[in-house]
């Protein structure tokens, strides 16, 4: 996985890469408020270092920073997912809840998360970032295990958007941790490293739902029992994210002074900033008139309709199969394996080929191969293996969102464009999983044919934008390109935030020449809070 390799620093000869204290504060001082990284590099002076001192601190990051952000996804995974556990163990009866409230109650998750995004995006810009992370899932987990008191579907509805509305938070704060401690090249990976708890979830919550189910009880139903067990570790756990998780690279006190410095000298290549905790509306502006932004949400919007009714009614499927209830938790717990095997490996090609809209289209042939299997091959004894490997197809889908969560984030440049694009994306994200759920009911059971016509409709959809949106992000290089030169820089710059550890040698004489073109013309704003539309050196990545 050579692309996943940190790039050694440039020389301390390439003034574009390695400034001297003052110059980075002129810079700074000449765009109003600066990034927290342009005032910290001002106030410390210039930094050399080799690859190998940059390889320690990046193994550093990851076992710290890494470790918290997989279990804070994972926690909310397992929050919201409970639902689909206990449908199987009888919350329709227990709750007397119809069809239609059993949907609302997972679509209703996602309509918190909606209309909390514009807040999670301010308080991620204007707060510290590792205290925001860390009280909201200490709130998602206490209203996770208040559930258990609830046994009417009134209840649990104010619940479960209270808990939506807390999650709200978790996945845009891990979007904003990954694009705050690693290198665009770094992204890719670590993000699918989080994203693959859902596929953990899977298995694990499948594993303890199938052992508190075995529970017997003639005071708690056993729905009662995996809410407490589910919502009292995520408690634990954010006491846990609370005391370890730093806000920033410049906050992060287990660095040494010299660490941190590396940590953020070598984010400088972004050219996305680091963090500015200064909100800024032509951010917000710039971002809701980004043609980019808008078909980014159409894509998420439409994988998260299918993801969404799969996540409500994946157990019910599989046990209208001809499974007992008990037998379709455990058939569930392969969709994790796969779901985990297509995520990471889905973000290793795409990192090796530089390509993420032919793999989100690659990655679409899987579903659509799975709801045409599920839709043709009649229910019976004899075909049950045949559902399941449809079945299992589908849930390929898994590796399509964070996908797009990290192209999004890999093209987005600037501080408080950064989360309000996150916020966009993940509204989008909410918007599908709300109407998802809603396109399926038990009545259809057990073919389901509405819901899963319309999945396959919308991975064709899919497939088809994975082609379309790299033309956009060429036309936009092509228009950065031209306004570098007529800067009087070079119009072709080599994007070191991607690249590769075999090619930097080759690319210094480039990377010098570039330096030469633009010295006096025009400063670097790598560490400056410029947004990605505004910097001509931004590189847009396929």
């Given at each position: 996985?050579?692309?996943?390799r940190?790039?050694?620093?440039?020389?301390?000869?390439?003034?574009?890469?390695?400034?001297?204290?003052?110059?980075?504060?002129h810079?700074?001082?000449?765009?109003?408020?600066?990034?927290?990284?342009?005032l910290?590099?001002?106030?410390?002076?210039?930094?050399?270092?080799?690859?190998?001192?940059?390889?320690?601190?990046?193994?550093?990051?990851?076992?710290?920073?890494?470790?918290?952000?997989?279990g804070?996804y994972?926690?909310?995974?397992?929050?919201?997912?409970?639902?689909?556990?206990?449908?199987i163990?009888?919350?329709?009866?227990?709750a007397?809840?119809?069809?239609?409230?059993?949907?609302?109650?997972?679509?209703?998750?996602?309509?918190?998360?909606?209309?909390?995004?514009p807040?999670?995006?301010?308080l991620?810009?204007?707060?510290?970032?590792?205290?925001?992370?860390g009280?909201?899932?200490?709130?998602?987990?206490?209203?996770?295990?208040?559930?258990?008191?609830?046994?009417?579907?009134?209840?649990?509805?104010?619940?479960?958007?209270?808990?939506?509305?807390?999650?709200?938070?978790?996945?845009?704060?891990?979007?904003?941790v990954?694009q705050?401690?690693?290198r665009?090249?770094?992204?890719t990976?670590?993000?699918?490293?989080?994203?693959?708890?859902?596929?953990?979830?899977?298995?694990l919550?499948?594993?303890?739902?199938?052992?508190?189910?075995?529970?017997?009880?003639?005071?708690?139903?056993?729905?009662?029992?995996?809410?407490?067990?589910?919502?009292?570790?995520?408690?634990?756990?954010?006491?846990?994210?609370?005391?370890?998780?730093?806000?920033?690279?410049?906050e992060?006190?287990?660095?040494?002074?010299?660490?941190?410095?590396?940590?953020?000298?070598r984010?400088?290549?972004?050219?996305?900033?680091?963090?500015?905790?200064?909100?800024?509306?032509?951010?917000v502006?710039?971002?809701?008139?980004?043609?980019?932004?808008?078909?980014?949400?159409?894509?998420?919007?439409?994988?998260?309709i299918?993801?969404g009714?799969?996540?409500?009614?994946?157990?019910?499927?599989?046990?209208?199969?001809?499974?007992?209830?008990?037998?379709?938790?455990?058939?569930?717990?392969?969709?994790?394996?796969?779901?985990?095997?297509?995520i990471?490996?889905?973000?290793?090609?795409?990192?090796?080929?530089?390509?993420?809209?032919?793999?989100?289209?690659?990655l679409?042939?899987?579903?659509i191969?799975?709801?045409?299997?599920?839709?043709?091959?009649?229910?019976?004894?004899?075909?049950?293996?045949?559902?399941?490997?449809?079945?299992?197809?589908?849930?390929?889908?898994?590796?399509?969102?964070?996908?797009?969560?990290?192209?999004?984030?890999?093209?987005?440049?600037?501080?408080?464009?950064?989360?309000t694009?996150?916020?966009?994306?993940?509204?989008?994200?909410?918007?599908?999983?709300?109407?998802?759920?809603?396109?399926y009911?038990?009545?259809?059971?057990?073919?389901?044919?509405?819901?899963?016509?319309?999945?396959?409709?919308?991975?064709?959809?899919?497939?088809?934008?994975?082609?379309?949106?790299?033309?956009?992000?060429?036309?936009?290089?092509?228009?950065?390109?031209?306004k570098?030169?007529?800067?009087?820089?070079?119009?072709?710059?080599?994007?070191?935030s991607?690249?590769?550890?075999?090619?930097?040698?080759?690319?210094?004489?480039?990377?010098?020449?570039?330096?030469?073109?633009s010295?006096?013309v025009?400063?670097?704003?790598?560490?400056?809070?410029?947004?990605?539309l505004?910097?001509?050196?931004f590189?847009?990545?396929?």
């Open positions: 996985m050579a692309d996943d940190p790039t050694p620093a440039p020389v301390a000869a390439d003034n574009d890469a390695i400034m001297p204290a003052t110059e980075t504060s810079r700074a001082a000449g765009t109003g408020k600066a990034d927290k990284a342009a910290f590099i001002a106030e410390h002076g210039e930094v050399t270092f080799d690859y190998e001192e940059e390889r320690q601190v990046l193994r550093r990051i990851d076992i710290r920073i890494l470790p918290l952000i997989l804070a994972f926690f909310q995974q397992l929050d919201k997912s409970a639902l689909s556990y206990v449908s163990f009888g919350i329709m009866e227990d007397n809840l119809t069809s239609m409230q059993y949907s609302w109650l997972g679509s209703t998750l996602y309509f918190a998360q909606l209309v909390f995004q807040l999670a995006a301010l991620l810009v204007k707060l510290p970032t590792g205290k925001v992370i009280v909201a899932i200490l709130c998602w987990g206490s209203c996770a295990a208040l559930m258990a008191a609830c046994t009417n579907f009134p209840s649990l509805l104010v619940l479960r958007f209270l808990l939506g509305s807390f999650e709200a938070m978790i996945a845009p704060s891990c979007l904003a990954t705050m401690w690693w665009r090249s770094e992204q990976l670590r993000a699918s490293y989080w994203s693959s708890m859902n596929g953990v979830t899977f298995i919550g499948s594993l303890a739902t199938y052992g508190l189910g075995h529970i017997a009880s003639e005071k708690i139903y056993k729905y009662q029992t995996v809410f407490i067990f589910c919502g009292g570790l995520t408690v634990l756990f954010g006491v846990v994210f609370i005391i370890f998780m730093p806000d920033s690279p410049m992060a006190k287990y660095l040494k002074e010299r660490e941190k410095m590396i940590a953020v000298e984010l400088r290549a972004n050219q996305m900033g680091v963090a500015s905790r200064e909100w800024k509306w032509e951010h502006k710039e971002t809701f008139l980004d043609f980019k932004t808008f078909l980014w949400f159409i894509l998420i919007t439409a994988i998260s299918a993801s009714g799969m996540s409500i009614f994946g157990n019910l499927i599989i046990k209208d199969f001809g499974f007992t209830s008990f037998h379709a938790i455990l058939f569930s717990m392969p969709s994790g394996v796969i779901q985990i095997i297509a990471i490996g889905s973000a290793w090609v795409s990192t090796r080929i530089g390509r993420k809209g032919v793999v989100i289209t690659g679409s042939l899987f579903p191969l799975g709801a045409i299997l599920m839709l043709t091959v009649p229910r019976n004894e004899k075909n049950k293996g045949v559902l399941l490997f449809g079945y299992y197809m589908v849930m390929v889908l898994a590796a399509i969102t964070p996908m797009i969560y990290a192209w999004s984030a890999q093209n987005t440049g600037g501080d408080t464009k950064k989360k694009s996150s916020a966009v994306m993940f509204m989008g994200m909410c918007t599908g999983n709300i109407i998802g759920p809603l396109l009911n038990t009545k259809d059971a057990p073919l389901y044919r509405p819901g899963l016509i319309s999945n396959l409709i919308i991975f064709v959809l899919v497939g088809i934008l994975g082609l379309l949106i790299p033309m956009w992000l060429l036309v936009l290089n092509k228009q950065h390109a031209k570098r030169e007529q800067l009087g820089k070079s119009a072709n710059l080599v994007d070191h991607m690249m590769k550890k075999e090619k930097m040698a080759d690319s210094k004489a480039v990377e010098l020449d570039q330096h030469e073109h010295r006096g025009e400063e670097d704003r790598g560490l400056q809070d410029v947004s990605d505004k910097n001509e050196d590189i847009y990545v396929y």
